[in-house]
């Protein structure tokens, strides 16, 4: 059942509707009222958190394979990023940008070697 999954997906990374909803475009009310299977989502809807969180399209809406398309964990770091990110100010961010900029450049020329985890 897609609100089902939809729901155990939000779970597996870690947010809230709330948050869930915000990298969507939609509110925590419209998230609770998928998970509650008070709405059915659209399916354009679908194929926008399929997108977004890199999400198989074939476990969303049949509940076959793995829920992700890509690595869960580089997801998972990538959406912490964009939320730290999102939460700090126009300067801030500016200056996040700038570093980070900073440091493909230093990465590209040798000068960092992959970090061991």
Not at 5 to 28: D, I, N, P, W
Not at 35 to 58: A, G
Request: glycine residues 6%; aromatic residues 8%; contains cysteine.
């Amino acid at each position: 059942m897609i609100p089902r999954r939809l729901k155990e997906l939000r779970k597996a990374l870690k947010l809230t509707q709330a948050q869930f909803g915000e990298k969507l475009g939609v509110s925590r009310d419209v998230i609770g009222n998928i998970e509650y299977s008070r709405v059915n989502p659209k399916p354009v809807f679908l194929e926008h958190v399929c997108n977004i969180y890199c999400v198989n399209r074939n476990w969303l809406l049949e509940g076959f394979g793995e829920m992700f398309s890509e690595d869960p964990p580089a997801h998972s770091e990538m959406n912490e990023a964009l939320r730290l990110f999102h939460s700090l100010n126009s300067k801030l961010r500016g200056y996040v940008l700038s570093q980070m900029r900073e440091l493909v450049k230093l990465q590209e020329s040798g000068g960092i070697d992959e970090m061991s985890e």
